[in-house]
Nanobody, 126 residues
Framework: QVHLVESGGGLVQAGGSLRLSCAASGRTFSSYAMAWFRQAPGKEREFVAAIGWSTGTTYYTGSLKGRFTISRNNANNTVYLQMNSLKPEDTAVYYC???????????????????WGQGTQVTVSS
C-alpha cells in the first residue's frame, strides 16, 4: 500500500500558476506510475497526467499538455504538477494516485490506480 499526501492547492486568478505536490510513502516501488486526476463538482474524475515512477516517461491528457507539467523527485518520493496559465475551468479537486500500468489504457483510467490521496482544492477565479 502507498500512502499519498497532496499539498499546494489554493485560490488563484485566471492566468496564474500553482504547483501541486504529492508526497508518497510505503511500497512506492510496487507502483508503475504516479498520476494526477481532477474532479469538478458534478463531473466525473478525469485524468490529468501521469509519470512512470522508474522510467520518468510522462503522459498527458491532450487538452492540458503545454500548460501542465508533471515531474518527480525519486530521492524524496514526491511527484509534482506544475500548472500554468490557469483557467476557471481548471477549478477542481486534484487527486494524486499510485498504480497504473505500461499503456495509455492503464494510465488514464482511475480504476487502474489502487492508492489515492485525500485531494487538494484548486480554485481559479475569473
Amino acid at each position: 500500500q502507498v500512502h499519498l499526501v497532496e499539498s499546494g492547492g489554493g485560490l488563484v486568478q485566471a492566468g496564474g500558476s500553482l504547483r501541486l505536490s504529492c508526497a508518497a510513502s510505503g511500497r512506492t516501488f510496487s507502483s508503475y506510475a504516479m498520476a494526477w486526476f481532477r474532479q469538478a463538482p458534478g463531473k466525473e474524475r478525469e485524468f490529468v497526467a501521469a509519470i512512470g515512477w522508474s522510467t520518468g516517461t510522462t503522459y498527458y491528457t491532450g487538452s492540458l499538455k503545454g500548460r501542465f507539467t508533471i515531474s518527480r523527485n525519486n530521492a524524496n518520493n514526491t511527484v509534482y504538477l506544475q500548472m500554468n496559465s490557469l483557467k476557471p475551468e481548471d477549478t477542481a479537486v486534484y487527486y494524486c494516485a499510485a498504480g497504473g500500468g505500461p499503456s495509455w489504457s492503464s494510465l488514464s483510467v482511475a480504476y487502474k490506480y489502487n492508492s489515492w490521496g485525500q485531494g487538494t482544492q484548486v480554485t481559479v477565479s475569473s
